[in-house]
């Protein structure tokens, strides 16, 4: 796989990176060695790179040699003779509007190559990053089934002992029952969610990754500075890699709808020659003949007619040209309304994680406030049952709402077209938690 320099930033702050990643940085690197995507992207742009070469060679000189040995046998006779030729000829375009503009064209993907490897990185980010929170998210709400099932078990067995003392009903004890084997199944659903998003992850990296860092609970997000959503279209319109690579391809259409017409007009080369022929007749051997010859000359070529085939051409060119400039104004529509999208996700986001954490906040004070009820006769078991699986809710929530966050950002910043390793570094340094893997060690 190829892999790009990173920038000496990127590289000082990895020097000591272990073999296995430690926090979202570190998986990053991997996944940029790893990632067969983003390798596919490098080997793409190397394709766009050589197109241009290629093309290129059109208008640079053509240089070619020949050497031709050959023995003739004259019917009934025993005379043999030989002949030796060699020979070479250099030709340089001179004017040709076809191949002049298809050096254009290709310039152009050349170009649109560049934006389309930084689309590519931008992507490997934002891909990255969701599979980590993924396993973040996972493993919290794993953690809270698991501490949800703990609970509704103690409260079946609570229901239980109260229905042998003739304290509660049938009833109490068959919706605690029900309440924990729903917990149950709920773990085993966690459980099996984390696992698949350690497998996600390890797609992109190419290797497991051991250890993570998550939010603190008392995570506060904040804006990113960069102006309203107005003033992130307008760097999105100015910056965002796949609108520009996009420019280029119209762009490049528009030269091939040229070189399509270039079929119509003459075309101009310079030519120079030389040849060398020797023959003998082997029989006695006897030298039959010497020639040497040189020739310079410029060579104009006009079309006349091919069957209809040149205008077919400008027609298909055409239509090409228009189908890339409609899927040109396609991505800029989509790109200012994912922008706009993005900046106010994040906007919502920050209210919704202050409330966010204010549910959790209440939904815990309400399950303490109906332990302690239930212990002294006001509230039922199904209070409590009731009250915990709204705690167990209100920490998902919780939980979604800051790695939301976090993916807003990375999604308002790639389409800005912003998007860095530097974003990766800043998002990394709020990730400051240990976070045990408990799927790995199984």
Known sequence: MIRRILPLALATALCSAPVFAEDLMQTYELARSG??????????????????????????????????????????????????????????????????????????????????????????????????????????????AEAAEEAFQKQFDYADKRLEVGLAPITDVHEARAQYDSARANAILARNALRDAFEALAEITGQPVYAFKGLPEDFSPELPAGGDANAWVATALERNPTLLASGHAVRASEHSVQSARGGHLPSLSFGAGYNNNTGWDNNPATLSGRSEGHSIGLTLSVPIFAGGATQSGVREAIARRDQTQDRNEQIKRAIVRNTRNAYQSLVAGVSEIEARRLALVSAQSAYDASQVGLEVGTRTVIDVLINQQNLFGARQNYANARYNYLRSRLALEQAAGTLDATTVQDINRLLTVDVTAPVQQQ
């Open 35 to 144: 990632d067969p995507v983003l390798s596919s992207a490098e080997s793409q742009r190397i394709i766009d790179r050589e197109g241009a070469v290629q093309a290129r060679a059109g208008l640079l000189p053509q240089l070619s040699g020949t050497v031709d040995f050959g023995r003739g046998y004259t019917a009934g006779s025993s005379e043999r003779d030989s002949n030796r030729t060699y020979g070479a000829r250099l030709s340089q375009s001179v004017f040709n509007w076809g191949t002049i503009n298809q050096y254009r064209a290709a310039r152009e993907f050349d170009a649109a190559g560049n934006y389309d490897l930084d689309a590519a990185n931008d992507d490997l980010i934002v891909r990255t990053a969701d599979a980590y929170f993924r396993v973040l998210e996972a493993t919290e709400t794993l953690a809270a």
